[in-house]
T-cell receptor, first 113, second 115 residues
């Protein structure tokens, strides 16, 4: 069975601060895919990034960056210079051979002006 | 705007009513999903349709009945729901169930309240 742990339930920062959202996963699959989704108050889950288990390269997209480390089974997400619009619930998820997407419990990020 | 469209956005119904939730996508995706999400919880998978056939039913009560009329449409028929069924219902699609590296695209959801 696969499992995703997002230990941070809620995080509150002031605008322009950097913030890192932690994600630790468990799987017995050798091939698996990791995802981050953003859910603003409107409800839609917005896809942010996908990583496969064979690609440990870190990725940067604008103010967003992701650090994938298989040695610690972690896939952390950093927002640089946070903005109020970044306020949302962020979900880390894993998908392996079972094809079912397994979500973590989510981290609620509040960015205050 | 999302590429997965769900209607209605809000629905209030009594426990004896029959209603349907609708989901539509025009991305050519062959897998479609229904999720249920309670407040402050992650989405929970309910059903998966792959190539218009039901492939996964996560032991969902029979008062929820999915239907996939064609590859672009997914319905969820509701009957005799309970107050605990009040939740956000999310529809998603992906290129194909076997393509597990492809992200699922989600709609805005239907906020359902059972009186």
């Amino acid at each position: 069975a696969q499992k995703v742990t997002q230990a941070q339930t809620e995080i509150s920062v002031v605008e322009k601060e950097d913030v890192t959202l932690d994600c630790v996963y468990e799987t017995r699959d050798t091939t698996y895919y990791l995802f981050w989704y953003k859910q603003p108050p409107s409800g839609e889950l917005v896809f942010l990034i996908r990583r496969n288990s064979f690609d440990e390269q870190n990725e940067i997209s604008g103010r967003y960056s992701w650090n994938f480390q298989k040695s610690t089974s972690s896939f952390n997400f950093t927002i640089t210079a946070s903005q109020v619009v970044d306020s949302a619930v962020y979900f880390c998820a894993i998908q392996g051979g079972s094809e079912k997407l397994v979500f973590g419990k989510g981290t609620k990020l509040t960015v205050n002006p | 705007d999302t590429e997965v469209t769900q209607t209605p956005k809000h629905l209030v119904m009594g426990m004896t009513n029959k209603k349907s939730l609708k989901c539509e996508q025009h991305m050519g995706h062959r897998a479609m999903y229904w999720y249920k999400q309670k407040a402050k919880k992650p989405p929970e998978l309910m059903f998966v349709y792959s190539y218009e056939k039901l492939s996964i039913n996560e032991s969902v009560p029979s008062r929820f009945s999915p239907e996939c009329p064609n590859s672009s449409l997914l319905n969820l028929h509701l009957h005799a729901l309970q107050p605990e069924d009040s939740a956000l219902y999310l529809c998603a699609s992906s290129p194909g169930q076997t393509y597990s590296n492809q992200p699922q695209h989600f709609g805005d959801g239907t906020r359902l309240s059972i009186l």
